[in-house]
């Protein structure tokens, strides 16, 4: 029996810490394998991902990682409890003895904090300071420990879903090599740098600049096909334009009185940025915003059915085929490696629009007739 | 008192049959002056006009019009009969003592017609003709009249709408120039041209050889900014991408299995004039699902209220300005001279929507801030 190792990523892009921490799971936990579930074509903060689901895939597999599967849209792009609870789930039902994890500061102890209760709406009524802020307050409070940053926050989101699954899964924090998730300017002086900073990089085409932070890379041309929230500005402004406020209200998760900034202000806004800008306010963060325009965008409704869970299958190499024979008799969920008529119409509706809407500015078709990535056979 | 003659008018763009149309309908009717109402920014065909309204506006007061109204959207972006209908209506709310139009045949007994009983519904079960073919095929067996070329249609639907209208105005047909209406080619051998033939050539920026058939044009600057279905090409894909076949279904005028075709289609259409060919039947002509596919860009809902009437001013001279004195307090619609945030919400929603996304594609705000053109005072 092979045993694994669980990783949650979004790899956006993969960079040389994502490989520290896959090789440093494998190495702590002794695991034969590592499966990856990774955000597909759009992101957990409400972002189109930078490459798309099959390059970040593929460079995940060229470094460690042995099976890539994705975390369907109506799971990823969400709040980091939902994020993480269906990650969570996905990665028990796939049998996997371990989750491994970054975190700013693995010394914390989310194991007794995975209890604490935290939904009384009393402590969520100041509406000066976003739902994050509120939640690291009440924590502090009540147990002294102080949980801010994204990773950590995430980490204790894992054992919080792991625990309602009976802690089916042993958890193992890593430390992560550099604390400044999101710092943009690149750290010469170390092999290590955030995401944020090699997105940059990616943008303005220096690949030569980045390729110290990449391991194993990919061609120029794979890393080519950039794409960010700048491509989809003309057809969010579009949607908003052309949908009156009682429509805008059905949106999934367009609370009360957001439509009516979204349609004061979309006549104003010259660029994604400039919006953003115009409709923040205290109480709603960027990537809770960002989200919601995800979510106007792909026309996702508040009545669109809650997110299914399923294995959907971007890519392996013969462990992980082995590993899949293995478990795939005992999933009650559905295993995807190729989308069809009737899915693309059912459980992967919303995928599939996001993915063809991602394709059509990366120029490439994500769903239809892709077959999952063997590697290294 | 000023006696007025009405003349309906896309003027997509302006030319010499349309400045030859205007003297003859003055000199005809000895009229102190001419009033157009013509369609804003889509046209009756289902097109983005390849010029906005105020460039055709300008054009016509250039050329012999005296005041210039914007038939609303709503009722331009229609069936002959429908377009008819309001058309009249607004001009007789203006106190038109003269309807002219262009006609292929002038001699058609138009007024024998005006009473045909065309509707049962028996009449239009064969699916492998259109409506319009179906119509004429009728006309002929009840009267052996022959109603086949596009301005007969509509004169036809303008004797219906004046009877209907207790025969308001006196209508004056004057015989058209060139009949070939769609012809793509210049011919060089006139000074009359049909529309077509010279958007072919706006888009191609040939301005030099379109300048013999185009009275009094405006600076090349103004002629600049054309606007075709390509521009709205990737917003159209977005919007059939994203909408399912349920909410597709309550577009206006979406009938029973047409949103399926256009979900089907979108996908492999690379170009606008691709997707048409391929959703293309014979039972629908190029212009219903051009203006199915206006709806379905707009967002306009089956359940969007019907068009309301208004005159809107897009512009007039010294005798407009007089004339609008001497019938305005008589106006049972409302007067609109410019667009306020009330009426954009209400009334004019559409038609503001409609504007701004021309707007977009043209560079150029359509209506807010915008107030009539004072020409030659």
């Known amino acids: 029996m092979l045993k694994s190792v669980g990783i949650i ?8 810490g994502h490989k520290y921490q896959i090789d440093m799971a494998k190495k702590q936990t002794n695991a034969d394998l590592a499966v990856v579930i990774m955000s597909g074509n759009w992101v957990q903060r409400g972002q189109p991902a930078i490459l798309d689901k099959w390059t970040r895939a593929q460079m995940a597999l060229k470094n ?7 975390l369907p849209i109506k799971s990823a792009v969400q709040p980091a409890d939902i994020f993480a609870k269906h990650a969570v789930n996905i990665l028990t039902e796939l049998g996997c003895n371990y989750l491994s994890f970054g975190s700013e500061n693995p010394n914390l102890d989310f194991d007794s904090l995975k209890d604490l209760k935290l939904d009384d709406s009393n402590n969520f009524k100041d509406y000066s300071k976003s739902y994050p802020e509120l939640i690291q307050e009440l924590i502090k409070k009540k147990t002294g420990q102080v949980i801010d940053q994204p990773n950590d926050i995430l980490a204790l989101n894992y054992y919080i879903a792991n625990r309602n699954n009976n802690n089916a899964m042993q958890l193992v924090p890593i430390k992560r090599i550099e604390s400044q998730h999101h710092a943009k300017e690149l750290n010469e002086n170390s092999q290590y740098t955030s995401a944020s900073s090699i997105r940059s990089k990616l943008i303005n085409n220096d690949l030569g600049e980045i390729s110290h932070y990449i391991p194993n890379m990919l061609s120029d041309n794979q890393l080519d096909n950039v ?6 500005w003309p057809l969010l402004k579009y949607k908003i334009i052309t949908t009156d ?3 805008l209200s059905q949106i999934y998760q ?15 806004a010259d660029s994604f940025e400039e919006f953003l800008d115009l409709i923040k306010t205290k109480r709603y963060t960027y990537p809770r915003l960002q989200r919601l325009l995800v979510y106007t965008l792909l026309n996702w409704k508040q009545n669109d059915s809650a997110s299914k869970e399923y294995v959907r299958i971007l890519g392996f190499n013969k462990l992980g085929r082995s590993y899949l024979k293995q478990v795939k008799d005992n999933l009650s969920i559905p295993l995807v490696a190729k989308v069809n008529k009737n899915l693309s119409e059912n459980e992967l509706e919303l995928d599939v629009t996001a993915g063809r809407l991602y394709g059509n500015v990366h120029s490439q078709e994500q769903d239809f007739g892709k077959v999952p990535i063997i590697y290294n056979f």
Request: net charge negative; no cysteine.
């Open 9 to 16: 990523a979004e790899y956006n892009p993969f960079h040389n």
């Open 64 to 70: 460690g990682a042995d099976m890539v599967i994705e």
């Open 227 to 232: 794409v960010t929230w700048d491509d989809f």
């Open 245 to 247: 406020v009682d429509e």
């Open 254 to 268: 367009m609370s009360e009185g957001l439509q009516y900034r979204l349609k004061k202000y979309i006549v104003q």
